[in-house]
């Protein structure tokens, strides 16, 4: 390792060895002819991929996989971008391996490898995307790294992770860090952590990365790429932790004058830093530079919007909510309208989100935005819409709140129900054939698709919808017409949960006194129409099709449809094809007559029991 200094800026050479498990070049042994396992020990104090703590060393992670290239003497590659996988990760040592379809040939081979697996390759000619948003310890892709070429024997199956000997691989690192820290002397932060640090360098730094993996001078080209880098800290910064937080970029050579401009952010506070000359350097490859971050002032957001669950329909706690503002809106949590919040525990009820805004133009997007809702919890998954009040700014900083509760798993109110008569006013059937009516779609009447019924109608609009029934009495008998009334599937769950259904309801009745209305509620299984039918002579209920049946107490035989009554129902094991169900009959006897009866139902509400 080779220490520079320069300017006060402290600059290390990190250099990576990686040892083969294998067994001596040119030793013979008995290779199985069959898929065999062969693998990788990458070792030693500053090897690893996922920087620590000291900003120096880093260490491996069980995701690493590295890619592995094998030219043989015949011009022809036994292994080409071949994948290890990491495996054992000790903190110290990192062992890769992967699976061969057969073992390689006794050869001398010629060695290539990198980190991570490419994006694409032509040749020895490999492309890396270098990514604009790191967390701070160069993990996941971002710390490059390629091999000088070896010439070796073949691969042999793993005998003993623990055994090192065989063959060594020198890596060497193929970006520039800058490891930014908090000095002890700082008076601003007051026991503040930045969390996020946006870095604008004077040009392209990061981006697609090529280079050629054959060659023992490797460089890097910046294809394409961008200027800003932001850091998402998977270790918050700070002075009393004396951490760093590390950027890796193209190695650069920077001009006089040019500077690196930093914003940096607490969880809820601005941090002013000082931009940072570069010197007119060269920041090469395998090196680091430690950066000192000096905070000017912290201050606080001059623009607020809360969201906060105002309620819960449920009856069960969501995890993750996304909210969902027009285009043209950025939730500065995740620079897109689109924000999801996944914090690892139940989200209850007053749970707040804060957005907070530098930008007064961003803020003010929002105003009037209709910002669409999504609950997800164990079971279910619902939807809800709330708006933003208009916003008008007065003075330097503004705060508005808007908020949504969880809405029923199910919920209709008949709201936009049209009066229409759905033929349970049908005329005399003295015949089951003629009484059994088939069902209608009823979304021609206002309702959401899904719904449909026999015998159903609406006697004043945006009210209750009534389900009917007809008795016809003869000197023979009677003929008893049901109807019948199906919501939608209960699409909304994702797996079966019991639930509590309430639902309103009232009767009334047409034509002979002798006869009233029976009903009861459950729930069926069936896509599409699902048909009224009759039964004859009965003065008993004969209900068909219905599963879990509740009978429907007293329905009134004089009421309206706004005088009604409440009852509720549980279905056990309920899951998102199930259909809620109401059947009702006319009962009672007569020497010749015939009459209509009906129910109305009201106010639907569907919750998860949270047992």
């Known amino acids: 390792m080779r220490r520079i200094w320069i300017k006060g800026i402290h600059t290390i050479l990190i250099p990576l060895l990686i040892s083969s498990c294998s067994y001596e070049l040119h030793e013979k042994h008995d290779i199985p002819e069959g898929p065999i396992e062969v693998g990788f020990f990458a070792g030693g104090a500053q090897t690893r991929t996922e920087m620590l703590q ?44 992967t699976m061969l379809d057969t073992a390689m040939p006794e050869d001398t081979y010629l060695y290539y490898c990198c980190y991570p697996v490419p994006e694409s390759v032509d040749g020895t000619n490999v492309t890396f995307n270098l990514p604009a948003l790191q967390d701070g310890k160069v993990s996941g892709g971002a710390d490059i790294m390629i091999a000088h070429p070896v010439s070796y024997g073949p691969l042999m199956p793993l005998t003993d992770v623990e055994d090192h000997s065989g063959m060594t691989m020198s890596m060497k690192r193929m970006m520039h860090q800058f490891r930014f820290y908090v000095p002890e002397d700082d008076v601003q932060l007051q026991g503040e ?19 050629d993996i054959s060659l023992h001078d490797i460089e890097t080209v910046l294809l394409s790429g961008y200027r800003e880098v932001t850091l998402n800290l998977a270790e918050p910064l700070a002075k009393e932790k004396q ?13 006089a004058g040019d500077m690196l401009h930093l914003k940096a952010y607490t969880k809820d506070k601005i941090v002013q830093i ?104 164990e079971h279910a998954v619902t939807y809800a819409k ?28 008949f709201s936009n129900l049209v009066v229409y008569d759905g033929d349970y006013k049908a005329g005399v059937n003295t015949s089951v054939e003629g009484a059994s009516l088939p069902a209608k779609d009823l979304s021609s009447y206002g309702l959401p698709v899904g719904w449909s019924g026999a015998r159903t109608g609406c006697d004043k609009a945006g009210t209750a919808i009534l389900v009917g029934s007809r008795v016809d009495y003869v000197i023979a008998g009677a003929t008893r017409s049901y109807g019948r009334l199906e919501s939608p599937a209960l699409s909304a769950l994702k797996k079966e949960a019991d639930i509590k259904v309430t639902f309103d309801y009232g009767g009334s009745r047409s034509g002979s006194n002798s006869f009233y209305a029976v009903g009861v509620c459950g729930y069926v299984y069936g896509e599409g129409l699902l048909n009224g039918y009759a039964t004859q002579f009965l003065n008993d209920p004969s209900w068909t099709d219905i599963s879990g049946i509740n009978s429907i107490p007293d329905i009134p035989k004089n009421g309206n449809a706004t005088t009604l009554k409440t009852m509720s129902y549980v279905v056990s094991g309920c899951d ?24 109305y139902v009201d106010n639907v509400k569907v919750q998860i029991l949270n047992n």
């Open 243 to 255: 951490n760093f937080a590390c950027v890796a970029f193209v190695p650069t050579q920077f001009q």
């Open 386 to 413: 709330t708006k933003v009040n208009t916003i008008t700014i007065e003075g330097d900083t503004d705060k508005e709140t808007f908020s949504a509760a969880l809405p029923y798993l199910f919920y209709e109110d």
């Open 54 to 97: 000291n900003g120096l060393s880093a260490q491996w992670t069980p995701d690493d996989k590295l890619a592995v290239w094998a030219l043989g003497s015949n011009g022809l590659y036994a292994l080409s971008n071949q994948e290890f996988n990491a495996y054992g990760i000790d903190g110290k040592h990192g062992f890769f391996t």
């Open 576 to 599: 998102g094809y199930c259909r809620l169900s109401w059947h009702v009959g006319g009962m009672g006897t007569a020497f010749i007559a015939n009459g209509l009866q009906w129910m």
């Open 274 to 377: 000082d931009p940072i000359d570069l010197k007119s350097r060269y920041f090469e490859a395998g090196h680091s530079t430690a950066v000192r971050l000096m905070p000017r002032a912290v201050m606080d957001y001059p623009y607020v919007l809360n969201f906060t669950v105002s309620g819960n329909n449920l009856g069960e706690n969501p995890h993750s909510i996304i909210l969902k503002a027009p285009a043209g809106c950025v939730w500065p949590a995740s620079g897109t309208n689109i924000y999801t919040y996944s914090p690892g525990h139940e989200i209850r009820v007053g749970e707040t989100l804060s957005f907070r805004f530098e930008d007064k133009e961003q803020y003010m997007a929002f105003s009037g935005a209709e910002v669409n809702v999504t609950f997800d919890s």
């Open 193 to 211: 952590e930045i969390e996020r640090i946006i870095l604008t360098f004077p040009t392209q730094v990061v981006g697609r990365v090529s280079a």
